[in-house]
């Protein structure tokens, strides 16, 4: 990539130092994942402040509670192993909230100072009287960013818990990438619609937008059961939507059980869209429901209408690399340029996603990215729109460009957990938002003060 | 499932009675697996330092400990904003075997040259402390040529509690303090310790001291500036705010530099009044206490009526807190009061053992005190008090909300200055808003009872 500019130049020597990061650490995404579980919490292996600062930057986003636990390690731990530590912190677990499943996540410390967590969860279960299910994996935010993060979660938690042969079942697996709780929903939703039932993993759609009950719940209600993920290898298949690069796919692990796996890109636009459908018509030997049907005609119906609004206007977009690929695809398809596509992830996965776009519709990939890097590109590609999480707001204010918001994580605006982006649905309420942010941008900076646009 | 403390939380949760002060458990290290809402040594020096406006802040670390830290004060500036900016080492796998100095030392040389600080901090991280980099030799051979003071924080992790952090960040604040020029400051002059001017809380109370013709030399470390925190050595009386934080950077000062200090708050009218009093009775000038007593005089009369009136909305409503220090515990209890307002569950992550005996003796009888406590734990004692309004930070905003119940924020990301006297107004606003809002009516567990005893009423 050349260097078009002295501040970008000035970033590929600085090369070093991370301004404003794009990405999370990786026991984020493992916590995040885990409390799609039910009954399940997650427990960080470390220092007492990951688990904190991860529950608030969650729960900023989610406005909800968000518990997650951490054997809380001091001096002594980090010189001679946190073993203790870890069983007491399983024990006060247990004590407290009573779950089904504990998920362990590494953090730094822990892998620094080399805790083999597999050997202390089996010298824990040895102790006691009753097992208790506690899936580990490993997650040094010196490797892994928060996608790697979940998805490495999700991988083991395949591994540790979907062990039932047998008869296939009439369901369908589906691996989300990091979505909204309306995104799960909806998704569960289309599945029903083709008469097989979804196990999705993780499914927080109801643990992280839940109601007001007139009690506590400890653990909220919601989220995938164990025993559904046991039987998930006898599922007819597994739709798997995320991008892992090189890192192993629970969709594999999956199939070398009993269930295929069919790789699809994130349904966002008509073509994804109509790829998910398929494949799940294909599956379930159905035709597409009529209510779905009409909901695609209706995208259809709004593309025609808004078209020319969004007709070669360059557009960033930032996040997570499903969601990138799967906005890119969206925006291509409806004329549009994705001029940068840039994601913090690190699993170099975002730019082969990208290959079957349009010739020339991307100009920028950037991977393993910060927002520094994000800013000087768009001072130099001069997008007209960016749509990614709040944290890109400081780029947008700098150079004056408008942000549609999407993704995670949302700070600065209510309803995260309910911003719907896939589907038919979500993308007729994305193609809604591009729209009109570019209709609001147009309006406040029209001399005229047009009231019919 | 019947609620239980744990066993390892013995002694952190009581209940205040007629019968005297009990000795509350404190400054511990969080028990495993509590679910604590307290952060880590990090954390304490992060916030501690994070204002000053126009140093580098560094974290040397993989890069979670700088993204979740980004931006996260509502601490505002006048001028520069440096502090805004998250930056990280964002150490890889390659600096963990082999060390991360000269990637640190890159990193350093190469943002300094790019912002131009006035100083630079560097936090180390747990990742930092294992794999022994020596980032104090580092900060020095870069100090040594760039000109300015890059200042290694021991900030990692799992060292202690926050608390450690704050001592960690008094450390850091001493290399600065003594090294700027003093000549010109004057007899009748303070420095503001532990404001960090969020939502401008520090410009609200530099105000009352510009009226009274004090001097306050540096703010630390609200809006801060590294020039005015070099000269703070050269003031007369240290005024101290947040307690927890900056009472070690206050005795070191007065056994280095021989200035006193005292322990004040500026949240409520009371103790807004109280400080200036206080203040102006240490640098023992007539004028000054004239002045203190025609502002106090002045803003009573401005904000009693409005006072008055949420009062009369808020009388008997029961409300439960959770913050960092107990200073602000006891100036809330007093502040709330003042409204009608009884607190019945109060709790600090860093308080002392003193300081627990102190807000006992304020709280009224059978009021819960809790040290570094849960979520779970939190969510019971608001049911088992009956509270109407939380007041505390981001962590505990959805257990009220999940209880329906109102909620203050009162931690970093207010923004709303609630210090002083109209801080005071705002507060009560903010309280009133949320207790008196008309949707609690609807939720269920009001809603419920209130059926409930609608039901009892009719049967005969």
Same mark, same amino acid.
């Given at each position: ?27 984020? %995404? ?7 579980? &039910? ?45 203790? +530590? /870890? ?37 824990? +279960? ?16 010196? $490797? ?20 039932? &042969? ?54 909220? +209600? ?124 690190? +699993? ?5 996603? /990208?290959?079957?776009?349009?010739? !020339? ?26 749509? !990614?999480?709040? $944290? ?60 019919? /646009? | ?21 009990? *000795? ?41 400990? *700088? ?6 004060? %509502? ?18 796998? &390659? ?110 109370? $530099? ?132 409204? !009608? ?115 009892? *009423?009719?049967?005969?």
């Amino acid at each position: 990539m050349s260097c078009a500019t002295e501040d970008e130049a000035f970033h590929a020597t600085l090369g070093d130092a991370t301004i404003n990061p794009c990405t999370l650490c990786a026991p984020l %995404g493992a916590a995040l994942a885990s409390v799609g579980i &039910r009954d399940a919490v997650p427990l960080l292996h470390g220092a007492q402040g990951c688990a904190t600062y991860i529950r608030r930057y969650l729960i900023s986003h989610f406005r909800e509670p968000m518990d997650v636990a951490s054997s809380s390690f001091g001096e002594s731990q980090t010189v001679f192993g946190g073993e203790s +530590n /870890l069983h007491r912190a399983l024990d006060n677990v247990v004590r407290q909230y009573q779950p089904k499943l504990v998920t362990v996540a590494t953090t730094c410390l822990a892998e620094v100072i080399g805790e083999d967590v597999g050997r202390l969860l089996r010298n824990y +279960n040895e102790k006691r009287s009753t097992h208790l299910p506690v899936v580990p994996a490993s997650t040094p935010s010196f $490797k892994d960013g928060h996608v790697e993060g979940y998805h490495a979660m999700v991988c083991a938690l395949v591994e540790a818990l979907a062990t039932q &042969r047998g008869p296939q079942a009439g369901s369908v697996n589906i691996l989300p990438p990091i979505l909204s709780p309306a995104d799960l929903r909806h998704l569960r939703e289309i599945a029903d619609a083709y008469g097989v039932k979804p196990t999705i993993l993780p499914d927080y759609s109801e643990t992280l937008d839940g109601v007001i009950l007139d009690h506590y719940c400890p653990l909220p +209600n919601g989220g995938t059961r164990v025993e559904e993920i046991a039987e998930m290898p006898r599922a007819l298949a597994t739709l798997d939507l995320t991008l892992t690069g090189k890192a192993s796919r629970a969709s594999t692990l999956l199939a070398e059980r009993g269930a295929p796996a069919r790789i699809l890109r994130l349904p966002i636009g008509i073509r994804a869209c109509d790829g998910f459908c398929d494949t799940l018509g294909e599956i379930s030997g159905k035709v597409m429901a009529e209510w779905l049907e009409k909901e695609r005609g209706r995208l259809l119906d709004a593309y025609a209408d808004g078209h020319k609004y969004v007709f070669g206007k360059r557009v960033a977009v930032y996040g997570d690399p499903e969601l990138v690929a799967g906005l890119a695809g969206f925006l291509a398809e409806i004329g549009a340029r994705p001029v940068l596509c840039a994601t913090g992830a690190r +699993n170099r996965a975002l730019r082969d996603a /990208l290959a079957d776009l349009p010739a !020339g519709a991307v100009e920028e990939v950037l991977e393993d990215t910060d927002f520094g890097s994000i800013e000087t590109a768009c001072a130099r590609l001069k997008p007209e729109l960016l749509i !990614g999480s709040s $944290k890109g707001y400081r780029v947008a204010r700098t150079l004056a460009i408008p942000l549609l918001r999407a993704g995670f994580p949302i700070h600065d605006r209510l309803g995260a957990g309910r911003l719907l982006h896939v589907g038919y649905r979500g993308t007729m309420q994305l193609f809604d938002s591009v729209v009109n942010t570019l209709l609001d941008a147009k309006q406040s900076s029209s001399a005229v003060g047009f009231s019919y /646009l | 499932m019947k609620f239980k403390v744990l066993d390892d939380r013995e002694g952190q949760v009581i209940r205040t009675s007629k019968q005297g002060t009990v *000795a509350v458990t404190c400054d511990k290290a969080s028990a495993a697996g509590s679910v604590s809402q307290r952060a880590c040594t990090f954390c304490g020096s992060r916030v501690v330092l994070y204002p000053i406006a126009d140093a580098l802040h560094l974290v040397h670390g993989p890069v979670g400990c *700088a993204a979740y830290t980004w931006d996260i004060r %509502g601490a505002l500036s006048s001028g520069p904003e440096l502090h805004r900016i998250s930056c990280s080492t964002d150490l890889r796998e &390659r600096e963990i075997v082999l060390g991360g100095e000269k990637r640190l030392e890159r990193s350093l040389r190469s943002l300094i040259a790019r912002y131009l600080p006035r100083a630079a901090f560097v936090y180390a991280t747990c990742v930092v402390g294992v794999i022994g980099d020596d980032v104090a030799a580092v900060c020095k051979r870069v100090e040594a040529d760039v000109g300015i003071p890059v200042i290694a924080v021991q900030s990692e992790g799992f060292r202690g509690t926050k608390r450690d952090g704050y001592s960690a960040a008094t450390r850091a604040l001493l290399q600065l303090i003594g090294t700027g020029d003093i000549d010109s400051v004057g007899p009748l002059s303070i420095n503001l310790m532990g404001d960090f001017n969020v939502a401008g809380e520090s410009w609200i109370i $530099k105000e009352y001291f510009g009226r009274m013709g004090v001097e306050v030399v540096s703010v630390l470390t609200g809006d801060g500036r590294v020039d005015e925190i070099r000269r703070a050595h050269g003031a007369r009386l240290n005024v101290v705010q947040c307690a927890g934080s900056m009472t070690p950077l206050a005795k070191a000062m007065q056994e280095k530099y021989g200035i006193p200090f005292i322990r004040v708050s500026f949240f409520g009218i009371e103790d807004t009044a109280h400080a200036l009093y206080e203040v102006a009775e240490r640098l023992s000038n007539a004028d000054v206490t004239r002045r203190a007593q025609e502002i106090v005089r002045a803003e009573l009369g401005k904000v009693l009526p409005a006072l008055k009136e949420f009062k009369r909305d808020l009388q008997g409503k029961r409300a439960g807190l959770y913050v960092g220090g107990a200073f602000k515990a006891f100036s809330l209890v007093r502040a709330l009061r003042q409204l !009608g307002v009884t607190v019945a569950l109060a709790g600090t992550q860093t308080g002392s053992r003193e300081e627990y005996e102190e807000l006992q003796a304020v709280c009224d009888e059978n009021t819960v005190i809790v040290d570094d406590t849960n979520a779970l734990e939190l969510a019971n004692f608001l049911v088992e008090q009956d509270i109407d309004v939380f007041i505390g930070g981001v962590k505990e905003r959805p257990i009220a909300y999940k209880l329906g119940l109102g909620f203050c924020d009162h931690n970093h990301e207010r923004k709303v200055p609630l210090a002083g006297f109209e801080g005071a107004v705002a507060f009560a606003r903010e309280i009133h808003a949320t207790a008196t809002s008309p949707i609690w009516a609807l939720m269920p567990r009001k809603s419920t009872s209130a059926r409930v005893a609608k039901a009892k *009423a009719v049967t005969p």
